[in-house]
């Protein structure tokens, strides 16, 4: 297991609502990542945070939004919930420091979010 | 980013090596390949990076021809707990991930 953790694990809210997920990242890194994955599909990107700022978008509408802290845990929050929103939300937590690549990024178990 | 192309799903046998491989024709100098292994409702995980020739650890090998348009993943004598997807990704150090669809392996007893 890696050391990032998500709450909540499930999660169900109705059209229209709006969610705030929640990602610890592993100890030492300092960049965070959130991803949609889609039943049968790959994860999809959707913005990265390093050092509290957003460092990188994916094609998500702004009512994505997230915080990075200063202890590098994340939050992704998801305004006028819509049902194609419903997927697994994945964090991801990395080190970003240097000329060696940044690509292990260590995942979390996600949070599944349904929308009805 | 480099786009890549995978097998969409393979079947194998426990006990096999089994060989995945991955296009990426328009592999950038300054990218490197990296493969992802996904159980169903859980995260991805990382099992191997590389940018030329190869490259071995405790889980599997990456063989990564000359050209680098093309990679494979092999794992060696699968088993049943080796059934998952697999994602095949390319790029810089300052990219994103961008996964795709991954190949989807099914090992059988």
């Known amino acids: 297991e890696t050391g990032v953790t998500q709450s909540p694990t499930h999660l169900i809210k109705t059209r229209g609502q709006q969610v705030t997920l929640r990602c610890s990242s592993q100890?030492?890194?300092?960049?965070v990542s959130w991803y949609q994955q889609a039943l049968g599909q790959g994860p999809q990107f959707i913005f990265q945070?390093?050092?509290?700022?957003?460092?990188g978008r994916g094609n998500f509408p702004p009512r994505f939004s997230g915080l990075q802290f200063p202890n590098y845990s994340s939050e992704l929050n998801v305004n006028a919930l819509e049902l194609d929103d419903s997927a697994l939300y994945l964090c991801?937590?990395?080190?970003?420091?240097?000329?060696?690549?940044?690509?292990?990024?260590?995942f979390g178990p996600g949070t599944r979010l349904t929308v009805t | 980013l480099a786009k890549t192309t995978q097998p969409i799903s393979m079947d194998s046998y426990e006990g096999q090596e089994v060989n995945i491989t991955c296009s990426h024709n328009?592999?950038?100098?300054?990218?490197?390949i990296t493969w992802y292994q996904q159980f169903p409702s859980q995260g991805p995980r990382f099992i191997i990076q590389?940018?030329?020739t190869k490259v071995t650890n405790e889980v599997a090998s990456l063989f990564i021809p000359a050209d680098r348009k093309s990679s494979t993943l092999s794992l060696p004598r699968v088993s049943l707990s080796d059934t998952a997807v697999y994602y095949c990704?390319?790029?810089?150090?300052?990219?994103?991930?961008?996964f795709g669809k991954g190949t989807r392996l099914h090992i059988l007893p």
């Open positions: 991801a937590s990395s080190w970003n420091g240097g000329s060696e690549p940044s690509d292990e990024q260590y």
């Open positions: 100890s030492g890194h300092n960049t």
């Open positions: 945070y390093y050092r509290e700022e957003e460092n």
């Open positions: 328009n592999i950038a100098t300054n990218d490197y």
């Open positions: 590389g940018y030329k």
């Open positions: 990704l390319v790029g810089d150090v300052d990219d994103k991930i961008i």
